[in-house]
């Protein structure tokens, strides 16, 4: 298996055909979890709602209209000099329109509304360059511990048939009980660590169906072709795989914007030093009707009309230091995000280090316990040889036998971690993509 780090944008499908639990490769796993993962599904919401908040802050700087209407009744006491009430209803309707011509918060707000939707399509991004890495570690983590069942089992077998060849040995006086005892020791340990690798398994279904919502077993799944199993080297020096991290990993770009959004908060506090400057105009039309008509008293129906357009300049001078405090707190946060950004980036650094050292330490261990399999077993046939000669012990023979499947387990496991590892350097570099599903697809057969 090749993972090659391509060039190409991160594209998936925005429809999918939905699938069954039954899915049984990397890929139909991951088409599945495309569409059901919550931490993805929150994140798409998130970067959704910042971007409904750009036209939220634009608002504000464009004319702001309003219809207002209302009707009013009144009721006075009766006047002696009238010999009437004044009372009367008052229908009225009017338009306001307001327009900003100088609020700067209004434009730093805008600025802070855009940058949060970047920060939010960061990530979105990185969720879904996350869930490639999240769906291939539950799904290696559930063919690992089927494995380590396995070997478990066969181990357990093994052990069995020795502790049954012990048992008529010692009928027949070929051997001490303690060989015997030693075997059957031997036997109920690896009975427990069957146990214990049954419930491993159990709990490794869980990680998939977090993802799916949807319960697989091992039996469902495809495993790796080992035919078909390599481990190239990556191709890049260290040097280059830091720089094109630099450029693409999504959490140092996060932690950019964050920066930036605070250094623009720090602006927005000082807007509260600065004037504002609105046009204002309105009109209003509205209809008096008395129920008793005075003309001398003014008591008239009467329909009235008022028109009035003007600026309105607000010139802030002291509002009890809140101004100057929030100017403080925006500029301790900017500092802060400073120090975040550049802990991201030492972060980032040791993590491609240690990516890149885990991809080679990796090679080395799948090369290492293929060579330990083939040594362990021919150990395990010379013991079990020298046995029925009478050269070896019953010790000797349980230590190989565990020996060989422990290194065949470890094998498998070395195989899985070398994936991973690749996979987590890519997603270190920010390169990680679906496309890596598809070549580590073509590694898989059924069962």
Not at 409 to 436: F, P, W
Request: glycine share 4%; net charge neutral.
């Amino acid at each position: 298996m090749k993972l090659k780090i391509s060039s190409l944008a991160l594209t998936v499908a925005s429809s999918l055909a939905i699938f069954s639990a039954n899915a049984q490769d990397l890929m139909d796993i991951y088409k599945e979890a495309l569409q059901k993962d919550t931490q993805l599904n929150q994140a798409k919401a998130n970067a959704d709602a910042a971007h409904a908040g750009i036209s939220q802050a634009t608002a504000a700087l464009l004319p702001q209209i309003d219809v207002v209407g209302s009707l009013t009744k009144t009721r006075t006491n009766y006047v002696d000099a009238y010999g009437a009430r004044g009372s009367n209803k008052v229908a009225s309707a009017g338009a306001t329109l307001s327009q900003a011509i100088w609020r700067h918060s209004s434009w730093v707000n805008r600025s802070i509304a855009e940058k949060t939707a970047t920060l939010n399509d960061l990530a979105y991004a990185d969720a879904q360059q996350n869930l490639v890495l999240r769906v291939s570690t539950a799904y290696f983590n559930v063919l690992n511990a089927a494995e380590t069942l396995k070997y478990q089992q066969a181990n357990n077998q093994a052990l069995k048939r020795q502790l049954d060849e012990a048992e008529k040995r010692l009928n027949v006086g070929l051997i001490a009980e303690t060989d015997k005892l030693e075997a059957q020791a031997a036997y109920d340990l690896s009975t427990a660590q069957v146990i214990s690798a049954e419930n491993s398994l159990i709990n490794s279904y869980e990680q998939i169906r977090i993802l799916t919502g949807n319960t697989v077993t091992a039996n469902q799944l495809a495993e790796l072709d080992i035919s078909k199993f390599d481990t190239p080297k990556v191709n890049e020096t260290l040097k280059m795989l830091i720089k094109r991290a630099e450029d693409n990993n999504i959490a140092l770009q996060q932690a950019v914007v964050s920066r930036d959004i605070a250094k623009d908060n720090i602006t927005l506090a000082r807007t509260g030093h600065e004037p504002t400057l609105d046009f204002n105009a309105n009109i209003k039309t509205g209809y008096t009707d008395y129920t008793n008509e005075v003309p001398a008293a003014g008591w008239v129906d009467n329909n009235s009309w008022s028109k009035s357009v003007g600026l309105t300049l607000n010139i802030p001078i002291y509002h009890g230091g809140e101004t100057s405090a929030a100017v403080d707190k925006a500029t301790a946060n900017y500092v802060a995000q400073s120090e975040a950004l550049e802990n991201a980036h030492r972060s980032l650094l040791s993590n491609v280090n240690n990516s890149f050292n885990d991809v080679n330490a990796a090679i080395s261990k799948v090369k290492a316990y293929k060579n330990s399999v083939a040594s362990a077993k021919s150990a395990l046939d010379a013991t079990m040889a020298g046995y029925d000669v009478g050269t070896r012990t019953m010790t000797d023979v349980l230590d190989a036998t565990q020996n060989l499947y422990n290194a065949m387990q470890q094998s498998a496991q070395a195989r899985y971690d070398y994936i991973l590892s690749r996979l987590n350097l890519l997603y270190t570099q920010g390169d990680l993509k679906v496309e890596h599903i598809n070549q580590i697809n073509s590694s898989l057969i059924a069962k």
